[in-house]
T-cell receptor
Framework: GQQVMQIPQYQHVQEGEDFTTYCNSS?????IQWYKQRPGGHPVFLIQ?????EVKKQKRLTFQFGEAKKNSSLHITATQTTDVGTYFC??????????FGSGTKLNVKP | ETGVTQSPTHLIKTRGQQVTLRCSSQ?????VSWYQQALGQGPQFIFQ???????GRGNFPPRFSGLQFPNYSSELNVNALELDDSALYLC???????????????FGSGTRLTVV
């Protein structure tokens, strides 16, 4: 079964609108990583969060790790067509097992 | 510095057959993980090798096995193929495993396996 839940499954936005995807785990995670996969491509590492309540920013992208280390979010401000792709979270459990969420597919209309 | 390379890129096998997929990790990386990604789904963790030893395994049956070689390249072997094994198989390498991995995994482009 799915160890890490991710919502929404799909998101269609107009260019310039904001976008958020959420990741939830039933158990505490050691850390969480975020990846982006373009259509037909492979996952590309974006960032890792380790500390409870951690917030990191990369230009228009803001990543958050929940206080209980069970949830995380990725927020994109003012989306651009280059943001199109599927965004995955991957939570680390039991030291060496990464569990990927099912991904949120983002489509940006120009 | 080369990235992660996987071979072959595409493969068609018959149910019941065996398959070996290969992965060359990024230069300097001693940890390799394998993932199965079905269409429209997230990658599912199969197992991880660190310095030639398996040090983590997901919920996959024993007919999924692997190896890591002294040069840190890796193989994924699947015996008794089933139709549901059809998927994209991704290899990912990193400098260190698990919690020690601060820079994420570098993924290869994958092998698309079709079982008929």
């Amino acid at each position: 079964g799915q160890q890490v839940m991710q919502i929404p499954q799909y998101q269609h936005v107009q260019e310039g609108e904001d976008f958020t995807t959420y990741c939830n785990s039933s158990t505490t995670l050691s850390n969480i990583q975020w990846y982006k996969q373009r259509p037909g491509g492979h996952p590309v590492f974006l960032i890792q969060l380790v500390k409870s309540g951690e917030v990191k920013k990369q230009k228009r992208l803001t990543f958050q790790f929940g206080e209980a280390k069970k949830n995380s979010s990725l927020h994109i401000t003012a989306t651009q067509t280059t943001d199109v792709g599927t965004y995955f979270c991957a939570g680390l459990r039991n030291f060496n097992k990464f569990y990927f969420g099912s991904g949120t597919k983002l489509n940006v209309k120009p | 510095e080369t990235g992660v390379t996987q071979s072959p890129t595409h493969l068609i096998k018959t149910r019941g057959q065996q398959v070996t997929l290969r992965c060359s990790s990024q230069s300097g990386h001693n940890t390799v993980s394998w993932y199965q990604q079905a269409l429209g789904q997230g990658p599912q963790f199969i197992f991880q090798y660190y310095r030639e030893e398996e040090n983590g395994r997901g919920n996959f049956p024993p007919r999924f096995s692997g190896l890591q070689f002294p040069n840190y390249s890796s193989e994924l072997n699947v015996n008794a193929l089933e139709l549901d094994d059809s998927a994209l198989y991704l290899c990912a390498s990193s400098l260190l495993p698990g919690q020690l991995n601060l820079h994420g995994y570098t993924f290869g482009s994958g092998t698309r396996l079709t079982v008929v």
